[in-house]
């Protein structure tokens, strides 16, 4: 499975942005399909995951502003981020793996995208 993620920008505090993330292979909808983000200096975390039968699994960061969903006749999910903050600055990265638990683990992903970065201006 190859991943590419899109939709990063620069945009100023309370705004909103889509990314999405585009997945090769004919098997995508039995992936489950999490999003990551890197910011500065930082380890990578958990943003939010969606499993292949499209139930969403929130980091408490993203409860509230983020959403994710999936269309898996296009092999696409996407994540909405919605009120953006200075702190969701980052590089985000979509990641596919088959997993039943551990959703928030990145090890738990056999897959992952180049990244798209995410800046919201102070």
């Known amino acids: 499975v190859q991943l590419q993620a899109f939709g990063g920008g620069l945009v100023q505090p309370g705004s909103y942005l889509r990314l999405s993330c585009a997945a090769s292979?004919?098997?995508?909808?039995?992936?489950?399909m999490g999003w990551f983000r890197q910011a500065p200096g930082k380890e990578r975390e958990f943003v939010i995951a969606?499993?292949?039968?499209?139930?969403?699994f929130y980091a408490d960061s993203a409860k509230g502003r983020f959403t994710i969903a999936r269309d898996n006749a296009k092999n696409t999910v996407y994540l909405q981020m919605n009120s953006l903050k200075p702190e969701d600055t980052a590089v985000y990265y979509c990641?596919?793996?088959?997993?039943?638990?551990?959703?928030?683990?990145?090890?738990?992903?056999?897959?992952w995208g180049q990244g798209t970065q995410v800046t919201v201006l102070q």
């Open positions: 990641a596919a793996g088959i997993l039943d638990y551990g959703l928030d683990r990145e090890e738990k992903y056999d897959f």
């Open positions: 292979g004919r098997t995508f909808s039995s992936y489950v």
């Open positions: 969606i499993s292949g039968s499209d139930s969403p």
